[in-house]
């Protein structure tokens, strides 16, 4: 059984980093596209970041762009958020898709989903 497995989540305050994990199990994905979304509560889940099988290309929403930084390797997809926000608090959940311009516009080319960490920022 595929499963996608974050790690890293957690409660820090306004200006602090973390760094979100994602590892895979049940099989590789090592040509798939991965990225993260995040899902407040009360609204919708959106799309964070994306980075192509090769790291070659990376797409960022508006709203995370110079703060986050995606990055893989051959095991896992990681997500270093510095700067943190309130307003980023949110459910960050991993995917895996075919390619980053899918899975960064709707509807989301996602082929698997993680169940998500949650990262909570306080002010």
């Known amino acids: 059984q595929v499963q996608l497995v974050e790690s890293g989540g957690g409660l820090v305050q306004a200006g602090d980093s973390l760094r979100l994990s994602c590892a895979a199990s049940?099989?590789?994905?090592?040509?798939?596209?991965k990225g993260w979304f995040r899902q407040a509560p009360g609204q919708e889940r959106e799309f964070v970041a994306a980075i192509s099988w090769s790291g070659g290309r990376i797409i960022y929403a508006d709203s995370v762009k110079g703060r986050f930084t995606i990055s893989r390797d051959n095991a896992k997809v990681y997500l270093q958020m510095n700067s943190l926000k309130p307003e980023d608090t949110a459910v960050y959940y991993c995917?895996?898709?075919?390619?980053?311009?899918?899975?960064?516009?709707?509807?989301?080319?996602?082929?698997?989903w993680g169940k998500g960490t949650l990262v909570t920022v306080s002010s």
């Open positions: 049940g099989r590789t994905f090592s040509t798939y596209a």
């Open positions: 995917a895996v898709g075919t390619t980053t311009q899918a899975m960064g516009r709707q509807p989301y080319g996602v082929d698997y």
